[in-house]
């Protein structure tokens, strides 16, 4: 299970930190990841990150968001700062236990419930 945390108002140029807790699978996480949904739009990939490679980020979050992992908590993090309101959506934690990389929504295994920010202009 995952469960995510940390959303909620705030207005642009500011910050706000995501938090996901990983939980009860028994399997190997290879891959976490933060997806946002807005709405009215797909499910869209915002970061990634697994153990031994540098996090891939999509281009509109580059030098603002920073996804962080700490293997031995479970936990993912996103930093986001610089906030904007196309930022707003709805934000989701994802894991994938496959060693191959994924960036389909359908590759990952497992989802949080989702956690909204919401960025005021």
């Known amino acids: 299970q995952l469960q995510a945390s940390g959303g909620g108002l705030v207005q642009a140029g500011g910050s706000l930190r995501l938090s996901c807790a990983a939980s009860?699978?028994?399997?190997?996480?290879?891959?976490m990841a933060w997806y946002r949904q807005a709405p009215g739009k797909q499910r869209e990939l915002v970061a990634i990150i697994t153990s031994g490679e540098p996090p891939n980020y999509v281009d509109s979050v580059k030098g603002r968001f920073t996804i962080s992992r700490d293997s031995a908590k479970n936990m993912v993090y996103l930093q986001m700062n610089n906030l904007k309101p196309e930022d707003t959506a709805v934000y989701y934690c994802?894991?994938?236990?496959?060693?191959?990389?994924?960036?389909?929504?359908?590759?990952?295994?497992?989802w949080g419930q989702g956690t909204e920010v919401t960025v005021s202009s």
């Open positions: 009860g699978s028994g399997f190997r996480i290879n891959y």
């Open positions: 994802a894991a994938r236990t496959s060693a191959d990389y994924g960036i389909y929504v359908s590759q990952y295994n497992f």
